[in-house]
């Protein structure tokens, strides 16, 4: 099995100007290296964090899934983040899964953040994605995803992990980097494998602030990478597959994780 090369774009989002992103992370874009099979940027990349899908929300042809489509295309990776989008009327903070062919998967945010009152306005989803990317299974999700260990739980089926790396896409603020970093090592911990998460930085009109502490641990949750602490950064990162397979060899722990059923 290839190792996984990917790279993550810790960026400062400007509130409400889809423009000034999209032109911002084309330039961020530019210091990918060549060899990266994947990219993936913060959640609401294109808006920030959170706006009125009324005014902001966009189809699966508007600009936004366009423009993704554009560079997945120029720099021939998978390129991944999220955007409010309207599908069949209903308002969604869906995370696009863009392949260089222009085909795409879409994972909808399924823990709305009520204590923001996201979920007032958009709706959680009901499905969860698991993608395939050079024969590695990859589970994106989206920031307050992590709080919830039921959702992102691997599975051990058939003597195979369902996925192998597990994806936050995040605004999460700097008042609460303590149960970021506590949470990614434990979903690593636990799901017995590679977990990265993206966050943003900067401060919105709110008054929130954005640190960042975006990072790459592996599955014993140690940090691989990490980006600096309230810096823009394009990071690259190597996942080695054969660490990953013989470290779950040694410590098979997914042959006793217990069986179950999650009701939607």
């Known amino acids: 099995m290839k190792n996984l ?8 989002l400007f509130w409400q100007d889809k423009q000034a992103n999209l032109e911002h992370f084309s330039e961020l ?12 940027l913060p959640e609401t990349f294109n808006t920030a964090f959170p706006v009125d899908p009324k005014m902001f929300a966009e189809t699966v042809d508007g600009p936004t899934v366009q423009w993704m489509k554009q560079e997945a295309q120029a720099l021939n990776a998978v390129i991944c983040g999220t955007l409010l989008l ?8 869906s995370l696009v899964w863009m392949r260089p062919d222009g085909s795409y998967e879409l994972y909808h945010k399924r823990h709305t953040f009520s ?3 996201e979920n007032q306005l958009v709706e959680s989803g009901s499905e969860s994605l698991i993608v395939e990317l050079n024969g590695w299974r990859i ?3 989206v920031c307050y995803d992590i ?6 739980r691997n599975r051990y089926l058939d003597g195979r ?3 192998d790396l597990g994806i936050y896409l995040a605004n999460f603020p700097a008042s609460r980097m303590n149960v970021w970093n506590t949470l990614l090592q434990a979903r690593a ?8 998460g993206v966050n943003r930085v900067g401060d919105d009109p709110e008054g929130i602030h954005y640190s960042g502490c975006s990072q790459v641990l592996n599955a014993k949750g140690e940090v691989i990478t990490i980006a600096k602490t309230d810096m823009e950064a394009v990071v690259p990162c190597v996942l080695d597959y054969e660490k990953l397979q013989s470290f779950r060899e040694k410590f098979p722990v997914g042959k006793d994780w217990d069986s179950f059923t999650l009701n939607h």
């Open 139 to 141: 589970k994106p999700m």
């Open 5 to 12: 090369h990917l790279t993550y774009i810790q960026a400062n």
């Open 161 to 163: 992990y369902e996925y």
């Open 29 to 40: 874009l530019k210091e990918v290296p060549s060899e990266t099979d994947l990219m993936l």
């Open 147 to 152: 709080r919830f260990p039921v959702w992102s």
């Open 189 to 196: 911990i636990e799901n017995q494998a590679y977990f990265v």
């Open 86 to 93: 309207e599908i069949d009327g209903h308002y969604h903070n």
């Open 115 to 117: 204590m923001g009152g």
